[in-house]
């Protein structure tokens, strides 16, 4: 594709070449409409010259056939041919003037004239030529010859006449001539109505007769000195003396071996050559005018278009740039979608994998524990067992019975610790409703009161509202507050650590805080040995010997809370101790109603 510079450059090179095509074809078209137009013209100004030609020519000869046979009739007349007889004798001189005069009155003649046999003129009707004598020019001898004679005659300077003469015959012998003389004046009256130089040539090129006085007896157009100047020959154009051009047309006249010529105006031709001249001229103009707004909207269209394949081309490639970034960026995707999903599925076996060794571990650390808890109190019981026996063999009945006792007792504790571990097996209820705290934590109360009096540990309701209402289940929340103070009485009491608390108190309080009602058991023990948080409330986490724990209340206390929807937090209590916060989801107080729990 030309770049705009190319195009505007092109373009102004078609443009130029549209002027000079432009100028170019009206040259052409003046050039050649001027000389058609010239040609048409001329043609024209011809045939109305030919016209007057021969409307000319027809007058010429109308005039000069009615004088051509008045010799010829006039030779026969018998009186005419008497006076022929004696041609110089005196009376018969008068008698051949008053015929002469006679003949020249009805026939309008300038003259007649009478000659002998020698030529010589022995009587005319106007005496013009009495003194002359006609012998010596070929009309006489053209009337002798029995011919019609003919001449063109000059009278004087300025007059010619044209001669018809015939012989006048008796007895086979020529006695004389009858010349009629005609004279041109009526003719030139006829042609001069006409603007156009009409003029008659003789054999020798010379004017005898025309509408123009000065050009008498002067050479039309060839030899020495012409009136005409040549300009275009073939095309009978001539320019004329005084300026002004002028169109010939001539004819032959051949029995007379005249020129007729008429010479038309040729100002029409100019006229209309001018006139092509401007019409082409303008036609030229209006052409190029044409022809460059064409060009000029060509030139525009082609811009547009170019302009618009340019944004097009533009558009195409943004969109082809764009596919290619979203074809990118949704390979990348994919490519992420992938990863993650092959991250996901990792993460998935890692974590089966790490609930697989939790199970193992617990299971292990499970075995590990009952195995202690109940191989001890096996143990003990075996041992008791061979003492009873040995007592019983030694005749002591009563101290064998006191270690049968502690044998019953040991399996007492053997049961309660599997009470303990079937309920931490059994699934727990998953229901919540509104449970009010105060009755919860009485029962609580109830349950590890004595244990609690025995300790010596001092349980305090500290900040309770006993109306506040959460979502739980009564007896599992009950279950909660009492592992949570058996556990602070452990505390204590110095179990699982070598510290005795000297004033052992414990605190239960609770508190509303917006949507969250949180129920707090603190105590002034020596606070959470050195754990991970979430490693307090693994299945069987204890810092307690044999005997004293196994490490599931608190990982029980945990189930239960996250089954309510509820989180613990662990802390320092502020006498130093441990705190542990049960933030629980806070009922509406006001619709709260208080359900039995069944099979809780
Ligand atoms: P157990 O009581 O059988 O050891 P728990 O899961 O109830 O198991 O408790 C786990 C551990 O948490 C205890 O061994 C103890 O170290 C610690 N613990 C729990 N409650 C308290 C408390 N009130 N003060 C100090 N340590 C505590």
Redo the contacts with the bound molecule.
Sequence with gaps: MASGYELARRYRRLGHAVIAATLLGGLVLTAASQKLAGDRALEAVRASAGETLALQQETLTGILEKYRLLPPLLSRRADIVSVFERPWAGDNRSTARDKAIEIAGFSGAKDVAFADAEGRIFASARGIFDNSSVHESTLFEAANQGRLGRETMALNENERAYVFASAVRLDNQSKGVIAVYVRFDQIEATWSLSTNPIVVTGADGIIFLGNREDWQLRRLKSGADPILAPVNVAGGVYDLPGGGRVVEASRNLPLLNWTLHVLADHTPVDAARRNAIIIAVLAAALAGIVAWFLFQRRAALEQRLRRDRASALRLERLVRDRTAELSASNFSLEREVEVRTEAEAQLRRTQSELIQAAKLAALGQMSATLSHEYNQPLAAIRTYADNAGQLLQRGQPEAAQDTLRRISGLVDRMSELSRTLLAFARKPGTTVYDVQLGPVVGEALMLVGPRAKRAGVTIRRGDLDGSLTVRAGRVRLTQVVV??V???I???SG???DRVTREPQITIGAKRDGTTTRLI?E?N?????E?RPDQ??EPF????GVG??????????YSIVRDFGGTIDVGVSRAG??L?VINLVSADADSATVLEEAGE
């Design positions: 592992n949570l058996n556990n602070a452990d505390a204590l179990i699982g650590s058991v105590d023990g020596p606070g959470i040995a754990a307090l409330f986490y204890s810092t307690k004293e724990g196994i490490g599931i209340g608190l990982s029980i206390v101790g441990a542990f």
